[in-house]
């Protein structure tokens, strides 16, 4: 497992103690409005996606870091979790393509922390992955995800429908991306483990 640093965030794996930042996270109506549906998750549902961010993470290699804004040069605020997954509910597992997936709190939304965070991901997943492309499937009306992607380098490829409605599927390869600024690779381990 690896931690990521960019000039402004820290990236780490999640952890059993994150259960109360997730159930936060998820928590904000902002949150709740834009991704779940109106629908506030209860602390049991939190905890069991957690532990689905971690067994990704055993099992793959890879998958969603929790972001935190630095305060000098310690992980200090939390503001989401940016990273990959393979196998999701919009892409089949395909060992060459993962998903991009992001979810801020309002209050860390609107601030680039999210183009730093994608940044860095979709960095590693070229550079130390080595995957040929990463995924991101966007409702049509989230404009802020899909101006984030843009500036990621992603590049629009086609209009999906599914039960839940309609998604924006853009692609990045390594030759689209804009990378990182001053991305530091770290190994991790868990002190819980």
Known sequence: ??????????LRPPSHSDELL??????DPFVVNAIRDGVYPTIEQ???ELLQFINHWQQNRFGLWMVFVKDEGQASKFAGYCGLICGSTYLPEDPNNAEIVTCLHLASSGKGIAVEAGRAVV?????TLKLEKVTSFVREKNTRSLLKNLKIGFFYVEDVFF?????????ISPITAVNADNLLVYDYIDPET
């Open 46 to 48: 939190s905890k069991g």
């Open 123 to 127: 960095q590693f997943a070229f550079e």
């Open 163 to 171: 039960k839940t409605g309609t998604r924006r599927r853009l692609e």
């Open 22 to 27: 997730l159930h936060g996270l998820h928590s």
């Open 1 to 10: 497992m690896h931690i990521l640093e960019t000039p402004r965030l820290i």
